[in-house]
């Protein structure tokens, strides 16, 4: 399976420039050709450009006319196991992690 936005670090605003990489990594991708599925993770994704999600939109399309299966995680609603962690260890205030939660629920 190829994959999409599954890099590590921070993946929560989906951009113009953030796409045309990842995009490019996914064609640089030596089992791309040979594999049928693509997985496209956009469950930590809080902001997007609005473009770019067209974009995105016409890429997955093209792939599923041309026989390539897709599955694809839209984002979270919930709080993340990292994140109910780092609550229950008080690295991070409870409010940080709610606002996220709202911004990833206007995404979705």
Wanted: contains cysteine; hydrophobic residues 35%; proline residues 4%.
């Amino acid at each position: 399976m190829n994959y999409l936005f599954q890099k590590d670090g921070s993946q929560t605003m989906l951009t113009p420039l953030k796409l045309y990489g990842e995009i490019n990594d996914l064609f640089k991708n030596p089992s791309y050709n040979h594999d049928n599925s693509i997985f496209v993770d956009l469950s930590n994704i809080e902001w997007v450009n609005l473009s770019s999600l067209v974009e995105l939109i016409l890429y997955i399309e093209n792939w599923l006319l041309s026989g390539k299966s897709m599955a694809i995680a839209l984002p979270n609603s919930r709080l993340l196991t990292k994140e109910e962690n780092a609550i229950k260890e008080k690295k991070i205030p409870n409010t940080i992690f709610q606002k996220k939660i709202q911004r990833r629920k206007n995404c979705s």
